[in-house]
C-alpha cells in the first residue's frame, strides 16, 4: 500500500459519475491509504462504499473544499482528482514513481484524454502572458510544449511542499491550480507532466453549477494571479484576451445552438410535477448540448446547467437554437429559424373540465378557451410535440409526436431500510384525485385492529396553490400531512420507509390520459403501489405486479388492498422485486432518448 490519500470533492450528490471515479482509484496497481470524498454541499447526502466521506453542509468551493479534506489527511502524498475524472489502472504508479526519483518535484500530472482520439489537457501554459491548458480539443498524439504548471484536475502533490493550504480560499474556484503552481515554483519546487495519456476526463460536469458566477470567478481569478505573482500572466494580454472574446460573443448569430427548457412552475428545493419534468429533462439534455433551464427559481442550489428566473430569460429565449416546454402563456417561438417543442404531457383541458365543473364561471370558462387556444398553436406550429403515453397520442393525433414518460434518477437508489406500516400519498389532492376514500380506507383497517398511518406529503405546492389539499379537516389520529411540500432531494426516503404508496383517482376522462408522475417515485423507492383501474399508472401496476389495481371510490377494495400488502409479506416482497426489476427501463437518459435524437439531428443538420 502507497502513502497517497485520494481526494475526491463532489457537490451533486454523488451518483453514477462519482462512482465510475472512486472504482477507478480503487482499482489502482498500486493501491492508496485512503480515498476522502468531500461532500460539497450537495443537494442530497452523498452515501458511497469504499471511501471516506465528509459532509459540508454548504459548497465551501473547490479551493477550500480542497483544504477542508486535505486537512483530514496524513499521508506523504496526496492526489486530487476531479469528480468526472477515470484514472488508468497505472496512473498512480506512474505518477508517484516521479515523486520518489525527483525530490524536488511538487506535483505531477500525466496528459489527461476527453475522448479516445482527443486530448482534454497537458498541464498550463502561460508563454502568451493567459493562462491555457496545454492540447485542449487537439488530437492525441498531437506534439505538445512542455508544461509550465499542473492542473488540479487529476494530479499527485507531495505534501512537503504545498504545506496545510493547498489553495486560497479566496479564489473559490478556477485557476486556483494556476496560483499554487506559481507559489511551488517560486519556493523552488518543480511540476512534472508526463508525455503520456493516462486520464479521462469527462468534461467540466461541475462547471455550469455556479452558473453566471462561474464566469465571475474565472474572470476575476485570472487577473488576480497575474497581480499577484510577477511574470505569471500579463494584465495586458489578459485584457486583450477578453476584448477579443466579447467581440467574438457580439459577432455571435442567434442561433446560439443551446437549448432552453421553459417551464411555467418553480424548480428548486421544493418542486411539484412540472418543474420535476423540467428539471430532469434539462439535465439530460445537458450532457449532449449547451443548456439552460428557464423557470421561477426558489432556492435552486446548484445544477449541472444554467437555470435563470423567468424574468431574466427574454434575450436567452431568443437566442436559443430551440425551445422545449408546456403549451403555457408566454412560451412560443422567439425568431425565425428557431425550432420548438411543445410538452403536452400534462392533458390540461381534461383537468379543467374537473376542477371546473359542469356550469364553470365567464372567467373560468375564458381560462379553458386561452389553454385551448394555446394547444392549438402547439399543434399547429410545434416541430416537435411531446406525450407521456401511448393514450394521449389520441388526444393530439400527430404524426410529430415522440412519446417521453416520467422517469426514474437512478442515482438516488439507496439500500432498503426498515418499512414501517406507513402508507403514502405523494403528491397533491386535485378535485380528480380521490385522498377521501384512501382516508376512509386507512381509517377501516385501524378499526379491523392493523394499526397503520395514512401520510399525505404537503399541504401547500411549491407556488404556494393552497387549493392542492383541501383535507385539514379530515386531519387527525391516523390520518396525517405535513404542513410545507417535502423538498424534493428527501422525497424518497419518506418512500422507503413506507410499505404502500397510494395514488387514487375519480373516474373522469383525466384519468384515461394522465401518467401520475408520482408512480415513478414509488419506481424509485420500490414502494408497492395501490392504484385505481384505468389509466398508465394502473396499467402498468398490473401488468408488471408493482402492486394491487383497485376500481374507483371501492374503500372495499382499498381496505382489502392495504391488508394484503401489510399482512402478506412474500405478495409484498414480490411487489417490490418486480419493482425493482422495471426501474432500469425508467431511467431519465432512457425515456429521453427519442428527444434527445431529434435535437442531435436538427444540430447535425443546423
Known amino acids: 500500500m502507497s502513502d497517497v490519500a485520494f481526494i475526491v470533492l463532489d457537490a451533486t450528490g454523488g451518483g453514477a459519475m462519482l462512482r465510475a471515479c472512486i472504482d477507478s482509484i480503487r482499482g489502482q496497481s498500486v493501491a492508496p491509504a485512503e480515498i476522502v470524498v468531500l461532500d460539497n454541499g450537495s443537494p442530497r447526502p452523498i452515501a458511497l462504499d469504499g471511501a471516506r466521506v465528509i459532509r459540508s453542509e454548504t459548497n465551501l468551493g473547490f479551493a477550500a473544499g480542497v483544504n477542508e479534506a486535505w486537512r483530514q489527511t496524513e499521508s506523504e502524498f496526496v492526489a486530487l482528482v476531479n469528480n468526472d475524472v477515470t484514472l488508468d489502472r497505472d496512473w498512480l504508479a506512474l505518477v508517484l514513481q516521479v515523486m520518489h526519483i525527483d525530490r524536488k518535484a511538487a506535483a505531477v500530472q500525466t496528459i489527461i484524454r476527453r475522448d479516445a482520439q482527443t486530448i482534454d ?50 479564489f473559490f474556484a478556477y485557476y486556483e491550480d494556476v496560483d499554487l503552481s506559481a507559489r511551488l515554483h517560486e519556493e523552488g519546487w518543480t511540476t512534472v507532466v508526463l508525455p503520456i495519456v493516462k486520464a479521462t476526463h469527462l468534461g467540466s460536469h461541475s462547471a455550469p453549477l455556479l452558473g453566471w458566477r462561474g464566469r465571475y470567478l474565472r474572470t476575476r481569478n485570472r487577473y488576480r494571479v497575474a497581480r499577484r505573482h510577477r511574470g505569471i500572466g500579463s494584465i495586458p494580454a489578459l485584457l486583450w484576451e477578453d476584448a477579443r472574446r466579447l467581440a467574438r460573443s457580439a459577432r455571435r448569430p442567434p442561433a446560439s445552438g443551446q437549448i432552453v427548457v421553459v417551464t411555467p412552475d418553480v424548480v428548486g428545493r421544493r418542486m411539484a410535477g412540472p418543474g420535476i419534468r423540467a428539471w430532469n429533462l434539462a439535465r439530460e439534455l445537458a450532457r449532449h448540448f449547451p443548456t439552460a433551464l428557464v423557470a421561477s427559481v426558489e432556492d435552486c442550489g446548484e445544477a449541472p446547467f444554467d437555470v435563470v428566473h423567468r424574468k431574466d430569460a427574454r434575450e436567452l429565449l431568443r437566442r436559443a437554437s430551440v425551445l422545449i416546454g408546456q ?7 422567439m425568431r425565425r429559424g428557431q425550432r420548438i417543442v411543445y410538452d403536452l404531457f400534462d392533458p390540461v383541458l381534461l383537468e379543467l373540465e374537473v376542477l371546473y365543473g359542469p356550469r364553470p364561471s365567464p372567467r373560468q370558462r375564458a381560462h379553458v378557451s386561452a389553454e385551448r387556444w394555446r394547444i392549438g398553436r402547439a399543434l399547429r406550429e410545434g416541430d416537435l410535440l411531446i406525450c407521456a403515453t401511448s393514450a394521449q397520442r389520441e388526444l393530439y393525433r400527430s404524426d410529430r409526436m415522440i412519446e417521453v414518460p416520467f422517469g426514474v434518477d437512478l442515482d438516488e437508489v439507496a439500500p432498503p431500510v426498515p418499512r414501517e406500516n406507513l402508507v403514502l400519498w405523494g403528491g397533491g389532492t386535485w378535485e380528480w384525485l380521490d385522498p377521501r376514500t384512501a382516508i376512509d380506507a386507512v381509517l377501516r383497517v385501524n378499526d379491523d385492529g392493523l394499526p397503520c398511518r395514512l401520510l399525505f406529503l404537503g399541504r401547500r405546492r411549491p407556488h404556494g396553490d393552497l387549493a392542492a389539499l383541501r383535507i385539514d379537516a379530515l386531519l387527525g389520529g391516523p390520518i396525517e400531512a405535513n404542513d410545507a ?69 371501492d374503500v372495499n377494495a382499498v381496505v382489502k388492498a392495504v391488508h394484503r400488502l401489510l399482512e402478506d409479506d412474500a405478495f409484498h416482497a414480490q411487489c417490490v422485486s418486480n419493482l425493482e426489476r422495471i426501474r432500469p427501463r425508467f431511467a431519465w437518459p432512457e425515456v429521453v432518448r427519442p428527444l434527445i435524437e431529434t435535437v442531435s439531428r436538427w444540430q447535425t443538420q443546423s
Open 121 to 170: 489537457g497537458a498541464g498550463i501554459d502561460i508563454s502568451d502572458g493567459t493562462y491555457r491548458q496545454i492540447g485542449h480539443g487537439m488530437p492525441i498524439g498531437t506534439p505538445l510544449p512542455p508544461a509550465w504548471g499542473v492542473s488540479a484536475t487529476a494530479a499527485l502533490y507531495r505534501r512537503a511542499a504545498v504545506g496545510e493550504r493547498v489553495f486560497d480560499p479566496s
Open 327 to 333: 403549451p403555457a402563456r408566454g412560451f412560443h417561438r
Open 485 to 553: 411540500w417535502v423538498p424534493y432531494a428527501e422525497r424518497l426516503s419518506w418512500l422507503r420507509r413506507a410499505k404502500i404508496a397510494m395514488m387514487l383517482h375519480r373516474s373522469t376522462a383525466e384519468a384515461r390520459y394522465s401518467i401520475r408522475t408520482r408512480l415513478f417515485d414509488a419506481i424509485a423507492a420500490a414502494t408497492p403501489v395501490i392504484a385505481t383501474e384505468e389509466g398508465f399508472a394502473a396499467e402498468l401496476v398490473a401488468k408488471e405486479g408493482l402492486g394491487i389495481v383497485v376500481p374507483p371510490s
